[in-house]
């Protein structure tokens, strides 16, 4: 029940809509239990899965032998459409977009979470040490070591990212619909072209994607955690003004705004 003349709440705006952090928790825990599973697995170079990367590999190494014109193309998008440094890049375009906006800490968290997880990926790496596919005829070739795939695990906190920016501003329909798919078809791409140029193990891959899905979903658990310990009203709403309360004169009607129930914070 409202009082006579007074208007009822109106429904958040789609910008002010937060995901429940509780999936993203529980996502984070079976990704990081299968991580870890798969980590141990490669470490100690499990034969049946050390036979099964093998038998891969060498198949579509045979292909791209015969292929060149499909290793030219391979190497365009592995370089430079999903490169992890063009996935940086877009990244540094959003966070600059959000700062625009003033969602100053929504931006930071962003940005760290990319910068972590470069650091993590390259400590796994150091860590596990494992030796890239060697080749007497390669067709392309890389540096450091295998486990997990960079590019992979790049592009998945990236567009993962990016991803959960959408959803959180409220963004549905056909936008929503298109950019899954785009994010989709990306990850997936970006790892047949590892795969396809002989630089990386299908573990590697599997473990770039798993790797980088797990610390994307821990960054969305604990951001409402951020939001309480360092953020501060309308940091992420787009810098809009806070209406004065009690006493303050509404441009439309000449009145006094009474801060009833159902006018605007």
Known sequence: MHAPGTKPPSPPAPHQRRPRPGAAARAAVVLGLLGAVLLVLVAVSWAPLMSFDRSVAEALHRRAVEEPGLVHVNRILTDWV???WTMRALIAVVVLWLWWRREWLL????AGTVALGTVLQQTMKAAVGRKRPSWPDPVDSAHFAAFPSGHA????VALGLLLWLLRRHGTGGPVWGWSVAVAAVSVAGVGYTRLYLG?????????GWLFGAWW???SVALYPWAERTWGRPH???GGAPEH???????????RKDSGQAGDPP
């Open 199 to 207: 630089v990386h193990w299908p573990t590697d891959v599997l473990g």
């Open 216 to 218: 994307v979903a821990l």
């Open 235 to 237: 940091d992420d709403g």
């Open 244 to 254: 004065p309360r009690g006493g303050g004169q509404s441009k439309e009607t000449g």
């Open 107 to 110: 931006g930071s968290w962003i």
């Open 153 to 156: 695990m790049t592009a998945v």
């Open 82 to 84: 999903w490169d992890p």
